[in-house]
């Protein structure tokens, strides 16, 4: 379904001393229009997207995944981590509706490269996948690029490290500035102010010799000059998750926050000032529990609102704001699960009883050790038609969410995009629940467009012994 038609070089100059990055290249693609102002990061019009998180290398696999209702042009364009080192472009062609899955060290494999995919027509959208034995992370990529960038969840609290990526795709330098917001309100570092990114290039800064030992970090990210995409990576010993960053909204949905037995989160932070009420649904299988957490934010300091002690997964959530806030999900292996159901063992007790006396001995026990850390971005807005492109593993079980809010039945059609015809699935999601749709693996599906008679937000799930992954669908406007 999909046929090669070029390999170009083209040349990239440049360096930034503080973090490793890709060289300036003196000519490239016509990057598409910059949306400025969409809060969602992503619309599934004939656009260019921007994919920060792209690695081929000896451990680390990535997959961009492409789908589309039409038949359209591919240009992709992989950038070099090293200097003076010109990038790979690649390009093909897509019949629609259908999806693929490109899998980059195919391509080329060198390490980190982030990737800029051009698209001629569309509806159209663009995820990207890592893997590894014990990795599995990704997320959908970015179209629109406002000027202030939201990004919360990030740790440093100990065994969990956050990076910050900040990919500068387009041929002009980049001036940035980072602002870092923990639980002890406004974190000033003075490396964050001006932060050069060279044109075609990227930085990546891991936030733990700045702002060691934080439980909770949010950040805003500015360009002075230029515009940059970044990109949030948090990773402990059990996995590895990544995400986009957002502009702000009053409103977010979550259709799935807790997938492969792992303890959700909602990380907020608040980008209208003082006082900020936020109010959390949660959407289940059977109903909407109205109004389960309720607090107040400031605009100084970001907050944690855990969601496991509400309802039994699965479930999605809504996020109910009095001023524009930034959100995100994250979910990670249970901590009561260390030496527990999915922890790493240990030692218990077993308790003898006879006619005589009762004895006690301490033996082994061995428990499975658990991977997992997941986390993604909501959908600012609900809308009637979505493009999801999406993977599956062997091993792994892959679902697709559909989140209904509204007051009505809302009736559900998904169209597989594949590289074989498929025929729909019709679903029915009722008012204030939640639906999930198993995705069967080895049949080539690389993503759905999902049609409904009412407004209703979507996302998927992968999950299984690399690790998890929860990704964002991409709504049609």
């Not at 000027?147 to 740790?155: D, I, P």
């Not at 909770?216 to 948090?234: C, M």
């Given at each position: 379904?999909?046929?090669?038609?070029?390999?170009?070089?083209?040349?990239?100059?440049?360096?930034?001393?503080?973090?490793?990055?890709?060289?300036?290249?003196?000519?490239?693609?016509?990057?598409?229009?910059?949306?400025?102002?969409?809060?969602?990061?992503?619309?599934?019009?004939?656009?260019?997207?921007?994919?920060?998180w792209v690695e081929a290398g000896d451990v680390v696999d990535t997959s961009l995944l492409i789908s589309s209702e039409v038949t359209i042009d591919v240009d992709m364009t992989l950038l070099d981590?090293?200097?003076?080192?010109?990038?790979?472009?690649?390009?093909?062609?897509?019949?629609?509706?259908?999806?693929?899955?490109?899998?980059?060290?195919?391509?080329?494999?060198?390490?980190?490269?982030?990737?800029?995919?051009?698209?001629?027509?569309?509806?159209?959208?663009?995820?990207?996948?890592?893997?590894?034995?014990?990795?599995?992370?990704?997320?959908?990529?970015?179209?629109?690029?406002?000027?202030?960038?939201?990004?919360?969840?990030?740790?440093?609290?100990?065994?969990?490290?956050?990076?910050?990526?900040?990919?500068?795709?387009?041929?002009?330098?980049?001036?940035?500035?980072?602002?870092?917001?923990?639980?002890?309100?406004?974190?000033?570092?003075?490396?964050?102010?001006?932060?050069?990114?060279?044109?075609?290039?990227?930085?990546?800064?891991?936030?733990?010799?700045?702002?060691?030992?934080?439980?909770?970090?949010?950040?805003?990210?500015?360009?002075?000059?230029?515009?940059?995409?970044?990109?949030?990576?948090?990773?402990?010993?059990?996995?590895?998750?990544?995400?986009?960053?957002?502009?702000?909204?009053?409103?977010?949905?979550?259709?799935?926050?807790?997938?492969?037995?792992?303890?959700?989160?909602?990380?907020?932070?608040?980008?209208?000032?003082?006082?900020?009420?936020?109010?959390?649904?949660?959407?289940?299988?059977?109903?909407?529990?109205?109004?389960?957490?309720?607090?107040?934010?400031?605009?100084?300091?970001?907050?944690?609102?855990?969601?496991?002690?509400?309802?039994?997964?699965?479930f999605g959530v809504r996020v109910r704001a009095s001023g524009p806030i930034a959100a995100s999900s994250f979910a990670v292996v249970p901590t009561g699960g260390e030496g527990g159901e999915g922890g790493e063992g240990g030692e218990g007790e077993i308790t003898t009883t006879t006619s005589d006396e009762s004895s006690t001995t301490t033996v082994a026990t061995e428990q499975e050790?658990?991977?997992?850390?997941?986390?993604?971005?909501?959908?600012?807005?609900?809308?009637?038609?979505?493009?999801?492109?999406?993977?599956?593993?062997?091993?792994?079980?892959?679902?697709?969410?559909?989140?209904?809010?509204?007051?009505?039945?809302?009736?559900?059609?998904?169209?597989?995009?594949?590289?074989?015809?498929?025929?729909?699935?019709?679903?029915?999601?009722?008012?204030?629940?939640?639906?999930?749709?198993?995705?069967?693996?080895?049949?080539?599906?690389?993503?759905?467009?999902?049609?409904?008679?009412?407004?209703?937000?979507?996302?998927?799930?992968?999950?299984?012994?690399?690790?998890?992954?929860?990704?964002?669908?991409?709504?049609?406007?």
């Amino acid at each position: 379904m999909r046929k090669v038609l070029l390999l170009v070089l083209a040349g990239f100059v440049g360096i930034v001393g503080l973090m490793q990055i890709a060289p300036v290249a003196p000519t490239g693609p016509e990057f598409g229009d910059v949306d400025a102002t969409d809060p969602e990061g992503a619309v599934a019009s004939p656009s260019v997207w921007y994919c920060p998180w792209v690695e081929a290398g000896d451990v680390v696999d990535t997959s961009l995944l492409i789908s589309s209702e039409v038949t359209i042009d591919v240009d992709m364009t992989l950038l070099d981590p090293i200097a003076n080192t010109d990038p790979t472009e690649f390009s093909f062609n897509l019949f629609g509706p259908g999806g693929t899955r490109i899998d980059v060290g195919n391509v080329v494999r060198r390490g980190e490269s982030p990737t800029v995919v051009e698209v001629s027509d569309g509806p159209a959208a663009v995820a990207s996948l890592q893997r590894a034995d014990a990795l599995v992370a990704g997320d959908r990529c970015t179209v629109s690029v406002p000027k202030v960038w939201y990004l919360t969840g990030g740790s440093t609290k100990t065994g969990t490290f956050t990076e910050i990526r900040l990919f500068n795709p387009f041929a002009d330098n980049a001036e940035v500035s980072i602002t870092a917001y923990s639980e002890f309100n406004l974190d000033l570092v003075p490396e964050f102010d001006d932060i050069d990114v060279a044109g075609r290039s990227w930085t990546t800064i891991d936030m733990e010799p700045f702002l060691p030992f934080r439980d909770e970090l949010a950040f805003t990210i500015e360009s002075s000059t230029g515009l940059v995409i970044p990109a949030l990576i948090r990773s402990d010993e059990r996995g590895e998750a990544m995400w986009p960053g957002t502009a702000p909204s009053q409103t977010w949905d979550f259709p799935v926050v807790a997938a492969g037995g792992l303890e959700p989160f909602l990380a907020v932070m608040s980008a209208g000032g003082d006082g900020i009420t936020v109010t959390v649904d949660v959407v289940t299988e059977t109903g909407t529990v109205f109004g389960a957490r309720e607090i107040t934010i400031d605009a100084s300091a970001p907050a944690l609102i855990p969601l496991a002690d509400i309802a039994a997964p699965p479930f999605g959530v809504r996020v109910r704001a009095s001023g524009p806030i930034a959100a995100s999900s994250f979910a990670v292996v249970p901590t009561g699960g260390e030496g527990g159901e999915g922890g790493e063992g240990g030692e218990g007790e077993i308790t003898t009883t006879t006619s005589d006396e009762s004895s006690t001995t301490t033996v082994a026990t061995e428990q499975e050790f658990m991977r997992g850390l997941a986390g993604t971005v909501g959908a600012p807005s609900t809308s009637s038609k979505w493009i999801v492109p999406l993977d599956t593993l062997l091993e792994s079980e892959t679902t697709l969410w559909v989140m209904n809010n509204t007051d009505g039945p809302a009736m559900v059609s998904l169209l597989p995009l594949a590289e074989t015809e498929l025929p729909a699935i019709e679903v029915t999601v009722e008012s204030g629940t939640v639906v999930g749709v198993p995705v069967d693996v080895g049949v080539g599906t690389f993503g759905f467009t999902v049609t409904a008679d009412r407004s209703v937000s979507v996302a998927w799930d992968i999950s299984g012994p690399r690790g998890v992954a929860i990704v964002a669908g991409i709504a049609i406007l």
